[in-house]
């Protein structure tokens, strides 16, 4: 398999092992985020032969849809999008203001829009294309960071739209909502609270949490011929969080679950 693919937020603990899958089963990846240094280091590591690396920032549509046209005639027409790209500032609705607001869902909203607009007139052309969101367990229940959650929760609602409308054409969408993913996203609240990890273990029923391949793994599946009647599916990759509350069932039950 050999196709051009599109991943924003590369250089994050997804964005590297969605990367490094992608190169591994013989894509070429454009790899677009805005710090460039970290970019290069990615090619580096990677191979600049199945690597070009895109510097862009998302809240920018004109400077993304300039990015993705460069990285396009060098390489080609994309096939598969997988936009990752994302991050969480306002913790709750109290720490919360109308700049943290609009910062949180430009990216991680706007931001999407953004970069399937930069490929999707393409698509249709071409009449095939595969589209990927990361979203969040946050876009399905209220999990704190409410910017963030009000974002991820559009995203469900935009792939189902990309889904609905752009299937015609040969083109797919699905949404990946990972839970808990250890990355160093995570950092800050490992050093306030070093436990932070054990004291969630509770609330997941595998009392697990995905690592950034597990994430992958379910990309990789979706952009795949495996998943070519798959379209509109908002999956959650979350040790069964989403499954239901095993410590309100508990208390309801009065039963050790």
Known sequence: MSRVVLITGACGGIGRALCRRFVEQGDTVLALDLEA????ALTAELGAAQ??????????????????AKAVAL??????????AGAAKGLTLATTDAASWQRDVHL???????????????????????LVLIGSVNGMA????????????????????????LGRYGIRANIVCPGTVKTQAWQARVDKN??????????????????????ADAVLFLASPMARVITG?????????????????????????
């Open 37 to 40: 240094a970290a970019l290069d």
């Open 51 to 68: 690597v070009t690396p895109v510097v862009a920032d998302l809240a920018d549509a004109a400077a993304v849809q300039e990015a993705v």
């Open 75 to 84: 390489r080609g027409p994309v096939d598969v999008v997988v936009a990752n």
């Open 108 to 130: 991680n909203l706007n931001g999407t829009y953004h970069t399937v607009e930069a490929v999707r007139a393409s698509m249709i052309e071409r009449q095939r294309g595969v």
């Open 142 to 165: 209220s999990l704190g960071h409410p910017a963030y959650s009000a974002a991820k929760a559009g995203l469900i609602s935009y792939t189902k739209a990309l889904a609905l409308e």
């Open 194 to 215: 070093p436990q932070v990890f054990e004291n969630l273990k509770k609330w997941y029923p595998l009392r697990d949490f995905a690592t950034p391949d597990d994430i």
């Open 233 to 257: 599916v908002a999956l959650p990759v979350d040790g069964g969080l989403m499954a239901g509350n095993r410590l309100m069932a508990e208390e309801l039950t009065l039963e050790s679950l």
